[in-house]
């Protein structure tokens, strides 16, 4: 009896250390570098948005704030949601629901003399 309630509690402790260890890396920061084309006002990646509005540039999470679908698509400068019709305007706040939040803003550095910006997931 011991022994079989000592074999569990071992397999307890691996179980949570891999939890633990999944949640660290999970948390841990990416990032992602690519080529930055100073042309474009707007840019669509996977993961992100990149704007640009005058000398201005704002990076944001191209996930909807309302059910998390990915904005891939622009109408007269405003971001549209494709699932529920949500639209964010250029400094990422929403203008038409269901999406009441903000689109997230994600950290960057922008290496002007390699065209290249490094974003931060």
């Avoid at 569990?8 to 250390?17: E, K, M, Q, T």
């Avoid at 949601?81 to 994600?106: I, M, Q, R, W, Y």
Wanted: with cysteine; hydrophobic share 35%.
């Amino acid at each position: 009896m011991k022994l079989s309630a000592g074999i569990i509690l071992a397999g307890f402790a691996v179980l949570w250390d891999k939890m633990v260890r999944s949640d660290r890396e999970m948390a841990a920061i990416r990032q992602i570098t690519l080529p930055y084309n100073p042309n474009r006002d707007f840019t669509f990646h996977d993961d992100f948005i990149i704007i640009k509005k005058n000398d201005d540039l704002q990076v944001f999470s191209s996930r909807c704030t309302h059910l998390g679908c990915i904005i891939r698509s622009i109408e007269n400068e405003k971001l549209i949601c494709p699932c529920h019709g949500s639209t964010f305007n250029s400094d990422g706040h929403p203008e038409k629901g269901p999406a009441v939040k903000p689109l997230k803003k994600l950290a960057y550095q922008l290496d002007n003399s390699n065209q290249q910006i490094t974003i931060e997931l």
